[in-house]
């Protein structure tokens, strides 16, 4: 752009692309020169981002010049996870898949496989390929992530929490409640969070630790850890009693308001404080700081809250309290997401319509044994349990996309058991991972530098469509996922997608009818469906609920067996010298899978082990000093400790995704300790209200290592 | 100094080092060399708020640059037209010398070349009408870059607005700490020699900085 036109310059090419090295997904600009990618930036056509990039961004080009990665199909020679493999052709490898496949249909049914990823944007093809396959079992990773979230969001609101947007722009206070937005970065979030505290707005903080967001905030609450849930009931008690809430906005809105009132009467912020640790004068405070700021508060319902074993009641009342101050709907809160046709635009024609629903019930039992749960992307922790049982029905073949349950999931050692049982494990990837060295087959995915998706729509307040872009040709014998689906389709007769032979075939596809075409695609790597951002009121929207309101005693839940009003029970605390573990994000990393990255692991190499100044001083611990932590004498792992005053003294904490054991990971191998080898028995940890696991349940010691 | 401003507004630092790691994307570096660098200092509770200070430390372009009067041949040079030290590599020997020199840990060794790397203010992206790669790519635009006559002053107009603010309402417990910010810490509080660390941070006192860090180790 800025470049005057001289010889170097014009063989500039920008690739206007996605991110895939976290899964946010931001946009992002890729200067090619000669066919090489020379330089990566965030988009300068999303007014959010403005070319920002967060440091994983950063590091794509060091993930695209890695040697340390699957190079080409794999196909195990040894015993799993041994590391010994033959390298195949893609047509060996997809016959081997296939040929397995095929078997097990014959023997078990189609019902017998199992798919998990990472959700996201490009789910649509994905969740054909597995219709194809003739399984109901497509399940993502969400049950160590947003479920409890989105259950919560259903409850109340009759809609996922992705239906609504956080208007962080226009907010007047923000709340975030284990939600770390400053070191669990999407960039567009974090500037538009910024833009509002430069404008005046106000960030409160609850947490177990000083994150950088807490640096930042102008209220911080440490509470103890889990007691979150009495934290928000004494919260909605001093909205309620001293009427601070949205009076109008309740009247018209909510289901069972007085039910709620008579409900939290107990749980005075007095009565709070014995649990929280929280002086009441100060949930008093804060209650009226928002009542102020009301409608432009936004209650951050969490993101990954797989912690406890009443999360779900956390983030249910958390929208709960949005609810109360009137900030569901409104501008500066949770604004309401709009799609395609909420501004008058068709969306993209979807790949899984061309292919019939399987007719058999789901291995994990959402959808006929657990009504309340939203049976699309299922239970990742009970269809292990099928593969373990057999029960209701034997599961024989499991393909993991983009996806590591042995660093996801709490206690590998027993998904490893239970993984032994399969006939076949296929991993899909471009990092190497404990599960794509447990596998069978190791299917290379190119870097997202070196692949280009299908199209995609995201909703907000500003719908778009959008593309990933292939920047540059893979460096090794590496495939596009929707090459990879289409192959495999061929070779399993899946007729509808076996057509599609060119991504461009598959882009018409799913553009017919929208009135756009890929060729809008090229200026921004993005197509607005509206100029404006489009607020939607309360009059032009019914929520989805029963009763089209708000609901506080959700009838689905409370059919299951589950109050929509958990009376308060403490948690189990700590054994006497145990720590409850912790666990978050930083900026650097992500989901264990940047961790072997030569620019990322030089900044962070190895995890720390946050613990409180004064426990530490007990085990007589200084900073920086090595330690082993364990869960109760098993899993013991060495890990430098951080000592600090900013911790809870009843836990510990951990960045997740450390730890690694594999050789091939040269510069990750043996770093830092992961946290979920400390979960041992974890898989039966799960909250039955929200399904997603309990990961924080569980307690560690620590001891000083010599020398 | 040299003709521009890097001005890192540390209000909005959210200490990600987006800016050190686009650093040496951008000059395609290995293992080893960080021309510029966020140094995290914290958390601390500080009047109840925890507080953190994240300090950019990219070259600070000196007015008469230690290392240029330390190289013996040449390599490391102040460009005439606008002040920027850079190092041309085609005469860097790897002596190290700018190294010992620069009170700042400014010139980087690189293993790869064995010459010295330190920020160059992105000199070939500048001449290209672009800006530092580190402020282009800063996650929240924290980093502003340009004359010092053509960068607002953010820290006016911010404190202007926060006065404003903060008498429309009464605050409980009453706002003792800074609500964001680092500058502003030095008002009480801390023990002597915490708030002389904390002032060396600040980049005021360079010589004493040297000799700190010399004690320190």
New interface residues.
Partial sequence: MAAPSGQPQERLKKVNSICGMCTVRCPIEVHVKDGEAVYIQGSPHHPAMNGSLCPRGGAGLALLHDNERPQGPLIREGKRGEGRWRRATWEEAYTHIADKLTEIVTHYGGRSILYTNRGGPWQDIQKAFVRGLGSPNYTNHDASCARNVMHAAKSFMGMGRKDVTYDLKNAKHVVLQTRNMFEAINVSEVNNLISSLNNGGKLTVIDVRATISASKANNFFLVRPGSDYAFNLALIHTLIKKDLYHKNYVKRIFKDFDKLAAFVEPYSPDWAESETGIPAGRVESLAGQLAEAAPAVIWHPGWHQARYLNSFYVCRTAYIINGLLGSIGAKGGLAITNKAKDVGRKGLKSFVDLLPAPEDQRADGLGWKYKHFDAGPGLLQLQLKAIETEEPYPVKAYICYRHDPLMAMPDPEKIKKILDKLDLLVSITFTWSETANYADVVLPLSTYLERESTLAHKGGLKPYFFVRQRAVQPRFDSKAPWEIYTDLARHLNIEPLARFRSIEEMWAYQLEGTGVEIADFEAKGMVSLTDKPKYRTLDELKFPTPSGKLEVISEKWEKAGLPSLLPYQPLQAPPEGQYRITFGRCALHTQGHTVNNPLLSEVMGENELWINRNEAARLGIGDGEYVEVSNNGQAGQRIKAKVTEAIHPECVFMLHGFGHRLKMESRAFGKGAADQELMIGGLEKWDPAGGAMALQEHFVTVRKLEG | MSRYYLFQDQ??C?????C???C???KSL???PLPSQIITV????IH?????AYVFMPCFHCQRPWCVAACPTGAMQKRPSDGIVFVDQSLCVGCKSCMLACPWGAPQWNPETRKVVKCDYCVDRLD???LP?CV??????CLHFGQPEEIPNLKRE?YA??VS?DRE?EE??A?TAP??GWQELGRGGFSRTEAKRERLHGTKLPRKTARKKKSDS
């Avoid at chain 2, 914290?42 to 509770?45: I, L, S």
């Avoid at chain 2, 282009?136 to 635009?141: A, D, I, V």
């Fill in positions: 209000d909005n959210i200490g990600c080092h987006s050190q790691i686009h040496k994307a951008s290995g293992v080893g914290g958390p601390k509770m109840g708020l925890p507080r953190s290209q009408g672009l790669a282009t790519n800063c996650t929240t635009k911010r607005r926060k603010f309402r409980e417990p706002p609500a964001r």
